[in-house]
């Protein structure tokens, strides 16, 4: 009985291991390859400052679920401060990336990233960006995707033409 227990109990424990890394691979049945000539960028979301481009690699940033999304920024591009509801996973593919922490934003605080940097944020940390010249980045989560900004004068949403 001594030595039942422990064997089941690691039975048990390995099935339920064994069903929670499987679920991720059920949800990623899609096999996709793009190569960088096949990238179609369109312009960028509503959320952010308009003169951005994107193109969503993988999945759906607007629905449940994994996805991939390339940011193509010009020079001089800013991101005021804010925040994800979602943890965001980002790798500088060209450029030099500007992340600055907090709700204020200061170019001079921004730690430049060039070109193979990475960081990733916990949901809700409030952040902002600059693009030193044109930067491409590539911003990984899951969705649905939102942003808030820290001063909802800054939402570009609540602009009118």
Known sequence: MK???PVFLTSA???????????PAQAMDEHKVISPEEIA??????SIPPGAEAAVLYGDPTKEGLFALRL????GYHIPPHTHPKPE???VISGTFRLGMGETADQGQAEPLPEGSFFAL??????YAYAEEDTVIQLNSTGPW???YVNPQDDPRQKTQ
């Open 3 to 5: 030595v039942a227990f």
């Open 13 to 23: 424990i390995a099935l339920a291991c064994a069903d929670i890394l499987s679920a």
């Open 41 to 46: 960028w369109k312009p960028g979301p509503a």
């Open 72 to 75: 193509k920024l010009p020079s």
């Open 89 to 91: 996973v980002v790798t």
């Open 122 to 127: 916990s949901p809700g940390m409030a952040h």
């Open 146 to 148: 939102s942003l808030t």
